[in-house]
């Protein structure tokens, strides 16, 4: 198929418009643990079906351009390549092959190629600019971008129903998109860490809790903190594509941190270095825990104490937690997502 100029132009236009759209929606989905979620997951799924809609126009536009090999080809070849381990891992993911061997599951690898295709999608764009000619767009532009659209949410709803109709795992994601996991058997739960961390060998009877509130500094041992008997049943969703509901037992920090008058912000800090800073407002929501399901935590868990934070994602979700602090920063005062 050879594509007129105006049809390989819109085609271009549509993956500059879909593919930023993918990687914002994506962050939203991942970033999110309340049912705002479901929102961003819809317009997520939408949006990479628009994508692969796109893939045989793409390919029109592609092909002869590629027998020219123009400058930057290759590069051009290796977005294409990141593209489609993206959304083949996207699919994978949904209908429920959560792992992918090395250690990996679909949801990484999803996330991993997407982020790495951002910089040659940024370069490709530059460099193969399509002049938005027209201060308004043609009939056949909004025609085209009404179909795209229609068909993307069309797309969606069919992935759902083969999903629903053949009684596929994918049927029964969370609104956040991740599958079950676990539930009210910890040792069922994956062990996973953000990046880089791993799990650390801590020792109950030398483990400390620093505690820093406008009182100052206090340092509490372990079996202090393991009186705490509040429960609480809450959902760990983890932004590795699993989820699991769990009562977790353990110490509010409401209880630990006292009055917060003055304080803007709570760091929750962990023996690896690893920390997350939560508004005020979520103190009363927060526990320390200690067990799980009516056992002590496992390494993996997070022993001796993780924090609980029901509403939002695991990478909130703060393991071995050594230092707790009030302060007069502001919560948003760290990169949404952590960086180690
Ligand atoms: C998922 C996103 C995209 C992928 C995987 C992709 C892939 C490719 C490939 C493999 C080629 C042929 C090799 C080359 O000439 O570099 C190409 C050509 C081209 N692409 Fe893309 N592209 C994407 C998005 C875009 C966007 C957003 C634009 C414009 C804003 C664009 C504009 C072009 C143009 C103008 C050509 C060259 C056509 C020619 O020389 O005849 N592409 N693309
Ligand atoms: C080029 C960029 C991307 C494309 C084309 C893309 C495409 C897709 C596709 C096609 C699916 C399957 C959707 C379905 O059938 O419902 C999917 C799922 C998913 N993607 Fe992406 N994605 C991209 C980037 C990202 C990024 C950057 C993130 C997170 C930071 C992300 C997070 C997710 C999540 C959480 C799901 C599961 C949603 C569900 O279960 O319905 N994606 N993606």
Redesign the pocket.
């Known amino acids: 198929m050879r594509l007129e100029p105006a049809a390989a132009r819109r085609t271009n236009l549509g993956l500059l418009a879909?593919?930023p759209a993918?990687?914002a929606?994506?962050?939203a989905?991942?970033a999110i643990g309340t049912r705002w979620a479901t929102w961003a997951?819809?317009a997520?799924?939408?949006?990479?079906?628009g994508?692969?809609a796109l893939v045989p126009w793409k390919s029109a536009v592609a092909g002869p351009a590629l027998r020219r090999r123009r400058a930057g080809y290759a590069s051009s070849l290796g977005l294409a390549a990141l593209?489609v381990v993206?959304?083949v891992t996207?699919?994978l993911?949904?209908t429920g092959v959560r792992r992918l061997g090395f250690g990996l599951t679909s949801?990484q690898v999803?996330?991993g190629a997407?982020?790495l295709?951002?910089p040659l999608?940024v370069l490709h764009a530059v460099a193969r600019p399509v002049p938005v000619r027209r201060a308004d767009p043609g009939r056949r532009d909004l025609l085209g971008a009404a179909a795209l659209g229609a068909g993307a949410l069309l797309g969606?709803g069919a992935?759902?129903g083969v999903l629903r109709l053949g009684g596929l795992p994918?049927a029964r994601?969370r609104f956040?998109?991740?599958h079950e996991r676990g539930s009210g058997q910890p040792s069922a739960m994956p062990v996973t860490q953000w990046l880089d961390d791993d799990v650390p060998a801590l020792d109950a009877d030398t483990w400390r809790l620093a505690v820093t509130t406008a009182d100052g500094d206090r340092r509490l041992r372990y079996a202090d903190v393991a009186v705490g008997d509040d429960r609480r049943v809450a959902t760990i969703d983890c932004?590795g594509?699993w989820y699991a509901e769990q009562t977790w037992e353990g110490v509010p920090l409401a209880a630990l941190l006292g009055p917060t008058a003055g304080a803007r912000s709570v760091l929750v800090r962990s023996a690896t270095g690893y920390s997350r800073r939560f508004p005020v407002a979520d103190i009363p929501h927060l526990l320390l825990a200690t067990r799980v399901a009516g056992e002590p935590l496992s390494p993996g868990h997070g022993f001796p104490a993780r924090l609980v934070a029901p509403g939002r994602r695991g990478f909130w979700w703060v393991k071995w937690v050594t230092a707790v602090e009030l302060s007069d920063r502001p919560w948003w005062w760290q990169s949404p997502f952590p960086l180690t």
């Open positions: 879909l593919v993918a990687m929606t994506g962050a989905a991942y997951v819809v997520h799924g939408a949006v990479g079906i994508v692969v593209v993206g959304l996207g699919f993911h949904v949801m999803h996330v997407s982020l295709a951002l999608f969606w992935v759902e994918g994601r956040t998109g991740s932004t594509g």
